[in-house]
């Protein structure tokens, strides 16, 4: 301090000369979001220090932060325990962009769908102990609706998330030694339309989490904070191009990429269609893991604790969840895989379900998903009850139902996707499906094609009654639906389908 006022640092002026400049070219109608953001004397320099930046930064270009960045900014979301637990007790729910901060403690209001939370659990790898999985079924007996869902959001596929990393072999021969490497994927999101991009680099597995640190510190830097539908790395990606992202990455980073182009790896072999469901050897002599069907990943508590049970005692007390919404029993001697059967036989799930029913996927829907225009998972079971009634395929297929766009159960790399939509039927609206077919992630990597628009949902079973059959009938021998479908035109394969719909009805 002197005599003539504050002096501020070079810093905090260059910070007051872009926010000035920013308010300014946002007009002067817009005191409401300016007054939001925090001046620069108290910024903090903490790990939210790199947003508060990214968002003067989007200010100070003109930018105009969208409602949950400035609620962000204003009140930092893990400050807010004492505020939900007020609520709690006064069993009142949040309201407007308080909604968005419960979301960072895994809290989602899912109003007007349900006035009620859909609690949402992360598990690195899709790693959970049976204790743990005991203890999910408690919570969910005392404070929820006594049920808990397999939801399809690990990352697994890694052509289909933000940032993938695939498994391959390298010969050697080249500049790298040969081993074990991940190839890093970025922007991929099926719901908008794209999958991964391959960074052209090559990582050890050592370097999969710097690498995916430095991805995150230039998207946190420069991801679009000023329209919600764009705050997605693939966005960035399409704006800067590929190689401007990774050049702006390498810094962050304690080494240089390993610029490896993608023909000298040997790529991992094909995605198993239903996500690993059955009884497969492992690579230690004498055990297997046992894949369990788990229809539309519903799980009632007694599951729960069923399923923690057989766990502890047959295998190593460890359970895996698939991005299939199914779940894997690992460690199991080969002398208690029949007891494991029948201990899943008694809680009503196999680890042998039919083609149709292995991996048939559907979004947490209206029962507990506020965006949802469907009763997703109550439709797939429709579905697979129909067509399990009247149609025997003799190798896996893939259903996947979405009650949004944002596609969670990923319909575009399906088989068979279903969209959920409304439907006019007379003076009612009904909900219905947007039909697609062909998708596939990894080997079989497609983006699905619509062929039916706004299907209601009592009539979607009968139209993939119809599809299998027209598939079944005119297919090469040994062909794969994803193969049939993708070799026929759209007009062509509606003309089949309908035909077989005919041929049904008659
Ligand atoms: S796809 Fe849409 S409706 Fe389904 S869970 Fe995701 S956000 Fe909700």
Redesign the pocket.
Known sequence: MTDGGPVLTEQQKQYLEGFLAGVKNRGAGDASAASALTPAETKPSGPEAIHIEAQDRAVAAGGKLVPEELAKRAKHPFDMWDEMRANAAAKRFPKGTDVFLHKFHGLFYVAPNQDAFMRRVRLPGGLIAAAQLRGLGDVAETYGGGYAHVTSRLGVLEDTNDIGFAAVAVDGGGAVPAGVYFRMLLGGIT?HGDFGRDSGVLLTPAEVVPAAAAVLRVFIAHGDRTDRKKARLKYLLDAWGLEKFMVEAEPALPFKWRRVPPEMCRPRGPIAKHGHVGVHPQRQAGLSYVGVAVPVGYLPVAQLRGLADIAARHGSGTLRLTVWQNLIVSDVPDGALAAVERELGALGLTSTPSHIRGALVA????M??????SN?KTHALAIGDWLEARVALDQPLNIHL????????QIHVGDIGLL?TKVDRGDDEVEGYHVMVGGGAGAERAMARAIYHSVPADAVPAKLEAMLRAYLAHRHDGETFHAFVNRHAVDALVRLFDAAALEIAA
């Open positions: 719901g979004c947490t829907g209206n507990g998903c506020k965006f949802a225009l997703t979405t009650g949004c766009p944002a596609s969670c159960a959920a």
